[in-house]
């Protein structure tokens, strides 16, 4: 008997037995919770597509958490399924096993990947990946005391501490690099992945430890390093970046010369705008990106006048504003939606709020400090709001019965509209009880009647008609 044979022979009694141990370690209901996971083709979130329906497989997945002990789930870590290894990762990691590096570290050696889903979200990832996934932002429900929060902390750091010195994935990698914080233990590590492997996060983070001996290394990356020198504004920067200001126009610039938030800084960015403005929209938002996310007051009297010119904000600001000088900022706000200028509110991505609370927030400020702008205000966006934001116009007409409103919503309604916005500005038009205007209205609606005419709005018009006696 040769060699390959021998080891053919091993191959094969060792994979027997360990499916009989697999087999053996398992109850029958927790089989049956496996088998119907193992089914699936990837590794789903709580809630799937737009609609948010419920994943079957996550429910298994809770169910799978709830009911297996601790060697159950280690068993299943040799599944043949990359699901059910990823779902028995998760349940680990909820359960708050004392090892999850030695997963991980396996996870990493064995580079295997297995489609996942979150809401419409769909991709491929690596097993380590959702496991450290589920460290980095652990379900509420299982974060509910200090130990609890401590547990996770601690986790996070074991698994950074073995990426940072694997130099492997790069969304790993890069989150890694992010939680970091200047960790003195790590600065070495860091440095050699900013230097040698020309790792641009690892820079950005080398210079967060803000050591003098580090700037002439940052500035050897030119323009690279805009996005370290935002975390370390040293004066040893500023003529760098002054010398690119004519070119420069990108987020990581202008963030970075708003790191020093002094008077130079306000005058630069002052400067700049007056340039940016007059160009794409882009340049105006990533400065005022730039400027509120490094805000300081002296930025208040640049970012007011961002807004009044290019109505460019978003909520977290706006909310600023507000609490520190809501009727300083009045006549801001008003000139602002009195432009002709495009909305460009900004997301503020992982806030509660979105950017369709600015509009309501702005005209609640307004009416306090400057209630005779409203019917300005309102009439003049009637013609170019759009959605939520058209509502908001719409919903203070109706309650303040703005009657120089009626000419602009005909005008409107005589526009390209969507059903929603048809609707609305229907129902403001009728709210009104003017029956002078029904002819022209019913005239707008027969002319349009196939766009607005259709699956759910058809039973909303027809409830809005018969309540104003109108007949269509």
């Not at 700049?272 to 794409?280: D, F, L, M, N």
Request: hydrophobic share 40%.
């Amino acid at each position: 008997m040769n060699l390959k044979s021998v080891k053919v022979i091993v191959y094969v009694v060792l994979l027997f037995s360990c499916t009989q141990m697999f087999g053996q370690n398992l109850r029958p209901e927790i089989k049956k919770i496996v088998e119907v996971i193992s089914k699936g083709e990837q590794v789903e979130g709580l809630r799937l597509g737009i609609a948010g329906s419920r994943s079957i497989l996550y429910s298994r997945f809770e169910k799978l958490k709830e009911n297996a002990t601790e060697k159950e789930l280690l068993s299943l870590l040799e599944h043949k399924s990359a699901v059910v290894k990823g779902y028995t990762a998760w349940a680990l990691a909820e359960k708050k096993y004392h090892d999850l590096e030695s997963i991980f570290k396996t996870f990493l050696k064995t580079k295997e990947t297995v489609q996942t889903q979150s809401g419409c979200i769909v991709s491929e990832d690596l097993l380590a990946g959702i496991l450290y996934s589920k460290v980095l932002y652990p379900s509420n429900k299982v974060v509910v005391t200090d130990a609890d929060k401590k547990y996770y902390k601690e986790q996070l750091q074991k698994l950074d501490h073995i990426i940072l010195r694997k130099r492997g994935e790069v969304f790993l990698l890069s989150s890694a690099l992010k939680n970091n914080q200047a960790n003195p233990e790590n600065y070495a590590i860091v440095k050699t992945l900013a230097l040698e492997d020309n790792n641009l996060d690892a820079l950005a983070e080398l210079a967060k430890y803000q050591k003098e001996s580090d700037i002439d290394l940052i500035l050897e990356k030119g323009t690279d390093a805009y996005k370290a020198m935002s975390y370390f504004p040293n004066p040893k920067f500023w003529n760098f970046l002054i010398k690119h200001k004519a070119t420069a126009n990108s987020f990581e610039y202008f963030k970075a010369i708003a790191a020093f938030q002094n008077d130079d800084a306000v005058n630069t960015l002052t400067s700049i705008y007056k340039t940016v403005r007059k160009e794409k929209r882009k340049g105006v938002t990533n400065l005022t990106k730039a400027i509120l996310e490094l805000y300081c007051p002296k930025y208040k009297k640049l970012s007011l006048q961002i807004f009044e010119e290019t109505k460019t904000i978003n909520i977290t600001h706006l909310r600023r504003l507000l609490k520190i000088a809501p009727e300083e900022s009045t006549p801001y706000f008003v000139n602002g939606l009195l432009s002709d200028s495009e909305n460009n509110f900004l997301e503020d991505y992982f806030k509660f709020e979105t950017k369709d609370s600015i509009v309501p927030l702005l005209l609640k400020n307004i009416k306090k400090y400057q209630p005779k702008k409203i019917p300005e205000i309102c009439i003049h966006n009637v013609s170019s709001a759009k959605f939520m934001e058209l509502t908001t116009f719409l919903d203070i007409i109706i309650e303040n019965k703005i009657e120089t409103a009626k000419k602009p919503l005909l005008q409107r309604l005589q526009k390209k509209t969507y059903p929603f916005e048809t609707f609305h500005l229907t129902r403001t038009l009728l709210s009104f009880e003017d029956k002078s205007l029904h002819k022209e209205i019913k005239e707008t609606l027969l002319a349009s009647r196939e766009k607005w005419d259709r699956g759910n709005w058809s039973a909303a018009f027809k409830e809005l008609f018969e309540k104003y006696g109108i007949n269509i």
